[in-house]
């Protein structure tokens, strides 16, 4: 782990990650700051499943070994965390990493190895690096003695990452010893009671392991989702965070998904621990090693209109008692695999009048004047020139025509879009070849209609000469009414007409500008740029929307 990280419901960046059931999205990071966080590293860090206990695994000073186990305490969640205090009955000279909680906080488990720095086997060890364990009487007591949990758990080679599932039967670790698949493997065991012996570990196989490096992983409350580390192919660094669900606890486990670049970043991204409610998820990213805070919000907006509300609901009631992945959020974020009450009671609890991920909607409904508001924010458009209002005249409700010649809208800044997921969607009709719907002033063309055919376009790209725009073959300038939509998702740029992909290519970043919009003209107000039609319903989302 190289960053610690909370998920709790607050701004959202956008990723859109896609599982077997529902789908559900990441929020703003936000620095623990001190105490949690130090100029040293931080290395791997586990918060007891009421939120008010959080284990450090910290090379700072004061230790008595190189890494550490540190632990902070709060008298509820929403207080800060107090002071860090070095768990002396565990810690030694060698190393204390990976720490792990039962669920009654009254098991401690944890590694005695990590990665930069072997310290050496801690005695009475049974191979290269093992698991430990030790318990207490209460949450006000001590920590026993260290105790190694011996075979089958420790094997000859390295055992490490240890986790216990929330109802004690289910214990995962990370190891490389023979059967694996890779440099290391997750290896999982399970038991029938919380006083019944464990079976052996089983290797969880070539759908959740690769042939690279796959550990440093929790499990959720419900055993339905498994977030985990790993270097395998496919991700955006060194070592990323991935998840894996199954839709119940005697189902497989379907193919890891990327957190993608909202989470994951070019260093190492890792480590991370889900509180119960499985809202918040402690974790690892990036290479400055501090504690961070982020959100999982399930993904409501069935219909994709910007809009949560009773129409969404409708679309649970119509697929009732199915296994209907859109609509399954319940037990949030990731479902169970049926559409029931816990679906409808998730939706009940985050019902928004407006998507938290819509964060410019100018419906241009207005009757009069020269403003446009903004329905998501406070970035309204000033009017130029003297453009038509039509209070019916739109796909949604108003509409606003322009004139080609000195009609068009002006935002004001707008926040740096490209350094996140984003998508744009607009409804059109008119225009000519060569004009432009939605372009950044001192940037680039977001939307226009190619100056030869007048077929949907943008030149929004990744920065450099090699980089081009992206055009297709749908004219959107042949009189009729257009759902125009660019979205790029971190790795694709992708143009839509209609809800319909009509031209998609690769771009791994895109020319990043805060500049203000101009909707109705291009990024100069070139003479000829002038949109000549109706524009309405323009919205901008800081998540890949899927049509």
Not at 385 to 402: E, F, H, I, K, R
Request: net charge negative; with cysteine; glycine share 12%.
């Amino acid at each position: 782990m190289k960053k610690i990280i909370s998920l709790v419901l607050v701004l959202v960046l956008g990723i859109v990650v896609e599982v077997a059931n529902a789908d559900f999205t990441f929020g703003e990071p936000v620095n623990l700051g001190p105490p949690i966080n130090t100029p040293s590293r931080e290395v791997s860090g586990f918060v007891s499943a009421d939120g008010l206990e959080i284990y450090i695994s910290s090379e700072r000073p004061g230790g008595l070994g190189y890494i550490d186990m540190w632990c902070s305490t709060r008298e509820n969640a929403n207080n800060p965390w107090g002071p860090l205090v070095n768990v002396q009955e565990i810690n030694s000279r060698y190393n204390e990493a990976f720490p792990c909680l039962s669920a009654d906080g009254l098991t401690l488990y944890f590694s005695d190895w990590y990665y930069w720095n072997a310290a050496g086997d801690r005695p009475g060890g049974v191979g290269n690096h093992d698991l430990w364990m030790c318990t207490r009487a209460s949450r006000n007591d001590p920590w026993g003695t260290p105790v190694n949990m011996g075979a089958p758990f420790n094997s000859g080679g390295h055992d490490i990452c240890p986790i216990i599932s929330h109802d004690g039967l289910t214990f995962i670790f990370a190891s490389n010893r023979s059967g694996g698949l890779g440099d290391l493997d997750l290896w999982m065991s399970t038991r029938p009671t919380a006083e019944g012996d464990w079976a052996a570990p089983v290797n969880m196989g070539p759908t959740v392991n690769s042939s690279a490096w796959d550990g440093e992983e929790c499990l959720s409350t419900d055993g339905l989702a498994l977030f985990f580390c790993s270097n395998r192919s496919g991700g955006m660094g060194s070592y990323d965070l991935w998840v894996t669900t199954r839709r119940s606890q005697a189902a497989a486990w379907s193919p890891p998904v990327n957190f993608g670049p909202a989470i994951n970043t070019s260093g190492g991204d890792g480590a991370p621990s889900l509180l119960p409610d499985q809202k918040t998820l402690y974790c690892g990213i990036g290479g400055d090693y501090d504690g961070y805070e982020v959100p999982i919000v399930p993904i409501l907006d069935f219909n994709s209109d910007g809009i949560v509300n009773v129409e969404d609901i409708v679309i649970i009631t119509e697929h009732w008692g199915e296994n209907y992945p859109l609509c399954d959020i319940g037990p949030a974020p990731w479902g169970d695999g049926i559409v029931d009450i816990q679906d409808l009671a998730v939706l009940t609890e985050y019902i928004e009048p407006i998507d938290q991920t819509l964060i410019a909607h100018w419906t241009l409904d207005e009757t009069e004047g020269d403003i446009a508001q903004d329905s998501a924010g406070d970035n309204d458009a000033f009017v130029i020139g003297n453009p038509v209002w039509l209070p019916s005249g739109g796909q949604v409700d108003g509409a606003l025509m322009l004139d080609g010649l000195d009609d068009s809208l002006v935002t004001g800044p707008i926040p740096n879009l490209v350094e996140r997921l984003f998508s744009v969607f607009a409804w059109i009709i008119g225009g000519a070849p060569g004009q432009v719907i939605i372009s950044q002033s001192g940037g680039v063309n977001w939307f226009l209609a190619d100056p030869t055919e007048g077929n949907l376009m943008t030149e929004l790209k990744s920065p450099g000469r090699s980089a081009g725009p992206l055009q297709s073959q749908t004219n959107i300038t042949d009189g009729h009414w257009h759902r125009i939509g660019l979205v790029w998702d971190g790795l694709y740029r992708t143009l839509y007409v209609d809800d319909i992909v009509v031209a998609q290519d690769t771009q791994t970043n895109l020319e990043a500008s805060e500049n203000s919009l101009y909707i109705g003209t291009g990024k100069a107000m070139e003479a000829g740029t002038y949109w000549s039609g109706l524009i309405d319903d323009v919205r901008i989302y800081n998540r890949a929307v899927r049509p």
